[in-house]
């Protein structure tokens, strides 16, 4: 079975930095897309950063030059390095990553989701 586990969460200061880790384990055939997305309380979930296999990035508006997402495909781990972190940046941060997995003798393409990492931006 695949798993995604996410790392790094913790409370920091107005301006601070953070950096998350999504370490992914289990019989992984090749990664697809990976990302990072978050939820704060009452909001909906939205999409962060994300990384494609050919390494091409996408950010939120918001976090733009202030985030950078990076991934490690021999450790199978990707990153959110996240900078001059913001009150508005709090949120539980998720790791999602669509990719092919063996399942006995085949291979099968499905969407994972970590159980998500809190990260608190107060002072």
């Known amino acids: 079975q695949v798993q995604l586990v996410e790392s790094g969460g913790d409370l920091v200061q107005p301006g601070g930095s953070l950096r998350l880790s999504c370490a992914a384990s289990?019989?992984?055939?090749?990664?697809?897309?990976m990302g990072w997305h978050r939820q704060a309380p009452g909001k909906q979930r939205e999409l962060v950063a994300s990384?494609?296999?050919?390494?091409?990035?996408n950010y939120l508006d918001s976090v733009k030059g202030r985030f950078t997402i990076s991934r490690d495909n021999a450790k199978k781990t990707v990153y959110l390095e996240m900078n001059s972190l913001k009150p508005e940046d709090t949120a539980v941060y998720y790791c999602?990553?669509?990719?092919?997995?063996?399942?006995?003798?085949?291979?099968?393409?499905?969407?994972?989701w970590g159980q998500g990492t809190q990260v608190t931006v107060s002072s």
């Open positions: 999602n990553a669509d990719l092919r997995y063996w399942s006995g003798s085949i291979t099968r393409q499905s969407n994972f």
């Open positions: 289990g019989r992984i055939f090749r990664f697809n897309g």
């Open positions: 990384i494609t296999s050919g390494g091409s990035t």
